[in-house]
């Protein structure tokens, strides 16, 4: 369900198996519980989410006044989140900014909208991963519900696996959150998780991953004044 990387008096952070829903799902205990039970805390504070097909870095305050303070920071934009996801689709561009509102579609979906009223905005640089798929670094700027699987279809690239937005069938959805960076309490924290499933993620591909990824702040970011 979960490993944990790294954890103090005030947080924990895990990397997050993929399929594994963050609350309880119909009889399945949610991975909040599963976590509170085996820290052996009375209570444990979700701060922040992924989707149920993502795996990766996710952060648990471990008090109420924690929680309080990585709630302030992920809603004034001082985390900074970056993912990974792959596509056996070429985008239309190799790297860009993608700034658009964002409405309910079909099927529990989302669909991205050309108003920017309260626009999600998706950063993204891409490279080879093998012969047949690419490789994406993303940067989200802000939290929508399933905004990166909506801004790389929008692309002409859905995620590998992610058939509710018109991805191929495979293994797994290929999304998985890589990178967290913050400070609290005057120290900065970085964390960084590859991915460990996917029949995809050989060694070829993860050095390849390592190589095109592993200092994803220091990359040049797309002018969001130019995004799509």
């Known amino acids: 369900m979960y490993e944990i ?6 947080f924990v952070v895990i990397n997050k198996f993929q399929n594994v829903s963050v ?3 119909q009889n399945d205990t949610g991975l909040t519980m599963q976590l509170q039970d085996d820290l052996t805390l009375s209570k444990i504070f979700l701060v922040h989410r992924l989707d ?17 303070e990585f709630g302030k920071k992920f809603s004034d934009r001082q985390i900074s989140k970056y993912y990974l996801a792959v596509s056996d689709k070429k985008p239309r561009r190799k790297q860009g900014a993608i700034i658009g509102d964002m409405a309910k579609a079909r099927r529990g979906g989302w669909k991205l909208l050309p108003s920017k009223d309260d626009p999600a905005i998706t950063q993204f640089f891409s490279t080879s991963l093998k012969p047949g798929f690419r490789l994406f670094i993303i940067k989200p700027t802000t939290g929508k519900t399933h905004q990166i699987r909506v801004a790389l279809k929008s692309e002409g690239a859905p995620i590998y696996g992610d058939q ?3 991805g191929t069938e495979a293994d797994r959805v290929y999304l998985h959150a890589y990178q967290l960076c913050f400070e609290y309490d005057g120290k900065k924290y970085e964390y960084k998780c590859l991915p460990k499933e996917g029949a995809l993620l050989d060694q070829d591909a993860l050095r390849v991953i390592n190589d095109f990824c592993s200092q994803p702040h220091v990359l040049s970011w797309p002018n969001l004044k130019k995004g799509k």
Request: hydrophobic share 35%; net charge negative.
């Open 164 to 166: 509710l937005y018109g």
């Open 52 to 68: 149920k097909i993502t795996s990766g870095l996710m952060i648990f305050a471990k008090n109420v006044e924690t929680a309080s």
């Open 23 to 25: 609350h309880k799902d």
């Open 5 to 10: 990387i790294d954890q103090n008096d005030n």
